[in-house]
T-cell receptor, first 115, second 115 residues
Framework: AQTVTQSQPEMSVQEAETVTLSCTYD???????LFWYKQPPSRQMILVIR??????QNATENRFSVNFQKAAKSFSLKISDSQLGDAAMYFC????????????FGKGTHLIIQP | EAQVTQNPRYLITVTGKKLTVTCSQN?????MSWYRQDPGLGLRQIYY???????DKGDVPEGYKVSRKEKRNFPLILESPSPNQTSLYFC??????????????FGPGTRLTVL
């Protein structure tokens, strides 16, 4: 089983600035995958970025990047050039390799973008 | 369009009145699951299905039933709903079990209120 911890219930950032959302996880599996999902007010769950644990290189998707520290079991999300449309709940999630268990989610971070 | 659909999107019911929330996907995915989302708790898995006629409990299965008679459909059944089942429910599907790099595709959510 996995545990995922997001220690920041809410974050606020000025438009065009950079913000980092924290996530730590714990798993006994050697093969696992990490995800960040965005949930805007529409409630739709949208995949932002994903990382394979065996890859050392940090994943990047346009303005979104992660800082994956495997030894520290840390998986933070950095949003550059924040835009008003980035305002949402962000969930960190972990899925273990090969298992049928679903994703384990953190409790979420509410990101506010100040114009 | 590839998608996961849920019905109804909103439902208000009373304690003890059996209800079913339908979920359907058109991507020929083998793996489907149900989550509930509660404030401050993130998403928690209720049940999942590896394939037709194969279902298993997730983290919070009490009070719920599921069935998988067809690959595309995975209904969630509340035989005797109680107020503590008031929540936002998500159905999700993926090509393979989520212990992999594959993205889980989420439905739009069903807001259930049990009075």
């Amino acid at each position: 089983a996995q545990t995922v911890t997001q220690s920041q219930p809410e974050m606020s950032v000025q438009e065009a600035e950079t913000v980092t959302l924290s996530c730590t996880y714990d798993t006994s599996e050697s093969d696992y995958y990490l995800f960040w999902y965005k949930q805007p007010p529409s409630r739709q769950m949208i995949l932002v970025i994903r990382q394979e644990a065996y890859k050392q290189q940090n994943a990047t998707e346009n303005r979104f990047s992660v800082n994956f520290q495997k030894a520290a079991k840390s998986f933070s999300l950095k949003i550059s050039d924040s835009q008003l449309g980035d305002a949402a709940m962000y969930f960190c999630a972990c899925g273990a390799g090969g298992g049928a268990d679903g994703l384990t989610f953190g409790k979420g971070t509410h990101l506010i973008i100040q114009p | 369009e590839a998608q996961v659909t849920q019905n109804p999107r909103y439902l208000i019911t009373v304690t003890g009145k059996k209800l079913t929330v339908t979920c359907s996907q058109n991507m020929n995915h083998e793996y489907m699951s149900w989550y509930r989302q509660d404030p401050g708790l993130g998403l928690r898995q209720i049940y999942y299905s590896m394939n037709v006629e194969v279902t298993d409990k997730g983290d919070v299965p009490e009070g719920y039933k599921v069935s998988r008679k067809e690959k595309r459909n995975f209904p969630l059944i509340l035989e005797s709903p109680s107020p503590n089942q008031t929540s936002l429910y998500f159905c999700a599907s993926s090509p393979t079990p989520v212990g992999s790099y594959n993205e889980q595709f989420f439905g739009p959510g069903t807001r259930l209120t049990v009075l």
